[in-house]
Structure formats: C-alpha cells, structure tokens
C-alpha cells in the first residue's frame, strides 16, 4: 500500500495545473460575440429570439424564454404561478438555496420535504405528508442531473391543484420516462451560470407548454410588459417590475452551446462511466445509484463515502485528497460542499426583508412553521456522506480522470487499512473544520 501524501508519500498529481472546470468556449461561440457586438445590438434583439426558438425546439415544447440567471427564472415561474403572501410551498432541502429562496422573493414560505436516501431528489411520500391547505407548488429539483420520479409528484399535484415547478438546473439533457426534464412539470427553470453543461457566463431560461403561463413570464421578466404591445410597451400588469432579460451576447453564445448540448453531455456521460469503472467495488466507497425511471445526465461526479468503513469523516477524506493534488480545499466553503438547506441561517432565523420575520411569521400566513435539525433526517445524512468530487467537464483529459481515481483508491485503501488498525484519522485543521462546522454550531443554538 502507497503511503499518502499527507503522511508523507509522493502525492498522485503534483506539478500539474488544476483539474478543469472551464466553460466550453470554441470559435464558434467568439464568432457569434463578435457578430453580435458588430451589429451594436448587446442587449436582448434577434440573438435571444433565436436563441429561445433552438430551446424550444431542443426540449420539444412550444415556448421558452431566455432570462438574466437560474435564479430569475425560478422567480418568475413562480410570480406566474401566482404565488403570495400567505401560500407555502414545497422544496427540496438537498440543493443550492436558489432553488428554496426564490419562494421568498414572492412573500411565501418555503416547506422543507426529505429526499429519497438513494437518489437525493424529493421524496413523493415526505412530500404528501408536507402538504397543507396553504401549500400552492412544488418545486422538485434534479439535483447532480438525476431525474426525480415526477409521476407520483404529479400524481399529487392533480389531488390537490398544486403547480409543479421542475428546477433543472444541473440536468439539462436528463429524461423521465422518455421525456425531457423540465417538460413535465407546468414550467421548467435552467441555469447557464459558468461550470454548468451549457454555459452563457450568466443566464439561464424557463420553458412552458401553457400559453398563460408564458404570457406572464414573458411580461414578468421584462418590467410587466403585455409582450403583444412590443418590446417598448408601457402597458403594465400591476406586478411589482423586475428586468431580468439576458443580453444579445450571452444569446449569442447560448445559441452555439446548444447546437452542441448532445456532445457537451456525452462527453461528460463518457467522463463519469470511465470513474464509475475505476472506482466500482471500492472499500469504503459507493457510487451514486441511476435511477429505473430515466436517463441521468452529469453536471458534477459525487460519491458516497461509507464513513464506517473509511473510520473517517468526509472532511477528513478531502483533506487527504487534497494532498493528492486532485482536490480544491476552496470548495469547503463552496457549493461544492452541500449543507442541508433547511439549517441555514435565513430559514432557522427566520430572517425576512426589511429586519422582519415575514412571510414566515406575518398576518397572512395562517400556518406554523420551523426549521433546524431533525426535519429531513435523509437529506441531513446526505450531507455528511456524499462528497461532491470532481467536474466531469468535457475538457478533461484522459490523464486528469486516472488521477482523479488513482487518489481516491489510495486514499480509499489507507483509510480502510488504518481503520482495520485501530489508527485514529484526524488530517483536518482546526480552521478547515470551523469553515464547514457553522452548521454544527447552527443545530447546537437552535436547540438550546
């Protein structure tokens, strides 16, 4: 067995530059900038509209809409929906918190369901027992790119007139059951933020079979304008006014990434299998389960560390990775790292706009509501146990995927090895442990 770096040994990868995370930028896209900046139309023009029709066209529904990020396209999916003060709706605590905050954006209330243990999305059965008559949506996300099992979401969305709001952000590509995610929800929300699988730097896009629906999104998103008055109308919907329209030029470039989403996917398919293959059947090591319901596509390669097994916690595996040369200990304090959703700061204290607890404690919320520990045990675990490992960018090369796998055999191993030894394993620093143990800290005060 190979001595660890950290103890000392040769480490996998050294004078090597970091493993890459790079967006996808070939001629083709600099062509398309350059085009558009010629023609001095930066901001939204021709390039979005064609841009939103290869959208359409791609996922096979009739309307799409280009916006500023993937956040923005979560809200105004749900000021769509009608979503207000005093309405709550389900979410998922295994995410970005994008995908949970949006709900605020519109004055309601986030309720927390558990994920399934396997697969880490939304688990149909926690979320019927979540539901209330204040509940107006769900919002089921595809997390690491695999789909959720959408029937029985649905199932409950038809029995208790809920909107279904997919958040696609990290599976563009991804099926169930022969369709495309973010079509089988009333609206699908993505995001093109850098280091997803189609990049604009910033963008993202909500798509929809509903025409109302589009209607207004469409207006929503451009200062409530009636899109059938043009571009420069005045007409107002009452809403409150927002601009989240993306530029010509992040359009512009869109518009190549999808004429090679299929590429961009399968190269990352590709990625993921060959580390699957490596590292299948490894001690103290599980790969993440492909659900029977669909197709899966990667954004990110995670993991799931078998802490009894390793004798070690997952920070205590990243460190050691880290001296491998195949780890970025920056991601501590990243979303590289997943918290439970349900115990930050914003949902156990509470926190609204303008220093008030509103539209958790307000008088048009009719309901209870509390947040910490406890409340979704499986999403909880998750975190503690799936490590979030590395990109499987199609710009990686065949080398970068060997050492990947070499690191986590060898660090695999000697954990295993050490633990069988009764040799205690303690690599992390008092600092690097503080920036992940905020979260400890947060239980700790919310139960005393």
């Known amino acids: 067995m190979k001595t660890l770096a950290i103890d000392?040994?040769?480490?996998?990868?050294?004078?090597?530059?970091?493993l890459v995370e790079a967006d996808i930028f070939e001629q083709a896209e600099m062509d398309a900038l350059v085009r558009v900046a010629s023609q001095k139309k930066l901001r939204r023009a021709e390039a979005a509209l064609e841009y939103e029709?290869?959208?359409?066209?791609?996922?096979?529904?009739?309307?799409?809409?280009?916006?500023?990020?993937?956040?923005?396209?979560?809200?105004?999916?749900?000021?769509?929906?009608?979503?207000?003060?005093?309405?709550?709706?389900?979410?998922?605590?295994?995410?970005?918190?994008?995908?949970?905050?949006?709900?605020?954006?519109?004055?309601?209330v986030p309720i927390f369901a558990d994920v399934d243990p396997r697969y880490l999305t939304l688990?149909?059965?926690?979320?019927?027992?979540?539901?209330?008559?204040?509940?107006?949506?769900?919002?089921?996300?595809?997390?690491?790119?695999?789909?959720?099992?959408?029937?029985?979401?649905?199932?409950?969305?038809?029995?208790?007139?809920?909107?279904?709001?997919?958040?696609?952000?990290?599976?563009?590509?991804?099926s169930y059951k022969g369709k495309r995610v973010g079509t089988i929800g009333h609206v699908?929300?993505?995001?093109?933020?850098?280091?997803?699988?189609t990049s604009t730097g910033e963008g993202g896009f909500v798509m929809t079979n509903d025409g109302a629906l589009f209607e207004k999104m469409w207006g929503y998103h451009?200062?409530?304008?009636?899109?059938?008055?043009?571009?420069?109308?005045?007409?107002?919907?009452?809403?409150?006014?927002t601009n989240y329209r993306i530029t010509n030029m992040q359009a512009a470039i869109g518009l190549e990434q999808m004429q090679k989403i299929?590429?961009?996917?399968?190269?990352?398919d590709e990625n993921a299998k060959y580390l699957d293959s490596r590292l299948r059947d490894l001690p103290g090591i599980n790969l993440m389960p492909k659900p029977d319901w669909g197709e899966r596509v990667y954004y990110y390669y995670a993991i799931r560390i078998d802490r009894q097994a390793l004798g070690s916690d997952m920070l205590n595996f990243a460190v050691a990775l880290a001296a491998e040369g195949v780890y970025d200990l920056g991601y501590l304090g990243t979303t590289r790292w997943i918290i439970p959703q349900h115990l930050q700061p914003v949902f156990v204290n509470k926190s609204?706009?303008?220093?008030?607890?509103?539209?958790?404690?307000?008088p048009w919320y009719e309901g209870h509501v509390e947040y910490g520990p406890g409340l979704c045990p499986e999403a909880e675990r998750a975190c503690d146990e799936v490590f979030w490992l590395s990109s499987v960018?199609?710009?990686?090369?065949?080398?970068?995927?060997?050492?990947?796998?070499?690191?986590?055999?060898?660090?695999?191993?000697?954990?295993?090895?050490?633990?069988?030894?009764g040799i205690p394993i303690r690599y992390a620093t008092d600092d690097q442990r503080a920036r992940i143990e905020f979260m400890e800290r947060a239980r700790a005060e919310h139960s005393l």
């Open 53 to 108: 029709k290869s959208i359409a066209a791609y996922f096979g529904v009739k309307h799409a809409i280009a916006v500023s990020n993937g956040t923005t396209a979560l809200h105004v999916a749900l000021a769509a929906f009608g979503i207000g003060p005093g309405d709550e709706v389900i979410v998922a605590p295994y995410t970005f918190i994008a995908s949970d905050t949006c709900v605020l954006e519109q004055n309601a």
């Open 188 to 197: 699908g929300t993505f995001s093109t933020i850098s280091g997803k699988i």
């Open 8 to 18: 000392g040994g040769a480490p996998v990868r050294s004078n090597k530059p970091s």
């Open 222 to 241: 451009d200062f409530a304008r009636k899109r059938s008055l043009g571009a420069a109308s005045k007409f107002h919907w009452g809403l409150p006014c």
């Open 393 to 421: 960018n199609p710009l990686l090369e065949q080398q970068d995927l060997d050492d990947i796998a070499t690191a986590v055999e060898k660090v695999a191993t000697a954990f295993v090895a050490k633990q069988r030894a």
């Open 123 to 174: 688990d149909p059965a926690d979320v019927a027992r979540k539901i209330t008559k204040h509940t107006k949506a769900i919002i089921p996300v595809h997390i690491l790119g695999t789909p959720v099992d959408m029937d029985p979401i649905m199932e409950l969305a038809r029995q208790h007139n809920l909107w279904v709001l997919e958040d696609c952000a990290q599976a563009p590509g991804a």
């Open 262 to 268: 299929d590429r961009l996917i399968a190269k990352r």
């Open 352 to 362: 609204g706009y303008g220093g008030t607890r509103c539209p958790f404690e307000c």
